[in-house]
Antibody
Framework: QAQLVESGGGLVKPGGSLRLSCTAS?????????MTWIRQAPGKGLEWVSY????????YYADSVKGRFTISRDNGKNSLYLQMNSLRVEDTAVYYC??????????????WGQGTLVTVSS | SSELTQDPAVSVALGQTVRITCQGD??????ASWYQQKPGQAPVLVMY????NRPSGIPDRFSGSSSGNTASLTITGAQAEDEADYYC??????????FGGGTKLTVL
């Protein structure tokens, strides 16, 4: 059974930076799959943040983070990253990583990590 | 439109059937997936694709369907443990992912 574990969350001041990590263990070959970051502000719904292909050649960002966040991966370490710069109060959320499965007509996210909390506050 | 719309809250009597819906233009092209989230926990995939695909461990009382711009998640014989927030998700025609705003299901 595949497992994803996020780390790197914490308290940061507005304008600061943070790097999240997501490490995969078990399950299919890490490099064969897209990976996705999703976040959830306190008491709010899910918001998709970014995805990256298995090779890293296909990357997409939500407009809300474009130009500030950078997604990357190290397949040798079975790890996914999210570098977050110029953080804003509204980036405060639990950040989840998930394996992004794809067919021609649908995606599904499975499994999800347990999440890591990022708090942006002065 | 690049949004998925869900009813904020739905309730169902114990043992009865409930349908949770999700509307959006992207659903005319892409099938939805559905996630269950209980308080303090990460979301869990419960349904995906066009053929009622359920991950292992998800009870068969969960089923999915799609018509036009609407995707539905149906729980037949709702149980107390089904009380949770449910989110739909799909790809958009512009390449990004979309989530619905979530539906809070209460089992009475």
């Amino acid at each position: 059974q595949a497992q994803l574990v996020e780390s790197g969350g914490g308290l940061v001041k507005p304008g600061g930076s943070l790097r999240l990590s997501c490490t995969a263990s078990g399950g299919p070959t890490f490099s064969d799959f897209y990976m996705t970051w999703i976040r959830q502000a306190p008491g709010k719904g899910l918001e998709w943040v970014s995805y990256i292909s298995g090779t890293g050649s296909d990357i997409y960002y939500a407009d809300s983070v474009k130009g500030r966040f950078t997604i990357s991966r190290d397949n040798g370490k079975n790890s996914l990253y999210l570098q977050m710069n110029s953080l804003r109060v509204e980036d405060t959320a639990v950040y989840y990583c998930a394996r992004d499965w794809r067919s021609s007509w649908y995606n599904w996210l499975h499994p999800w990590g347990q999440g890591t909390l990022v708090t942006v506050s002065s | 439109s690049s949004e998925l719309t869900q009813d904020p809250a739905v309730s169902v009597a114990l043992g009865q059937t409930v349908r949770i819906t999700c509307q959006g233009d992207s659903l005319r092209r892409y099938y939805a997936s559905w996630y269950q989230q209980k308080p303090g926990q990460a979301p869990v995939l419960v349904m995906y694709g066009k053929d009622n695909n359920r991950p292992s461990g998800i009870p068969d009382r969960f089923s999915g369907s799609s018509s036009g711009n609407t995707a539905s998640l149906t729980i037949t014989g709702a149980q107390a443990e089904d009380e949770a927030d449910y989110y739909c998700h799909s790809r958009s025609t512009s390449g990004n992912h979309l989530f619905g705003g979530g539906t809070k299901l209460t089992v009475l």
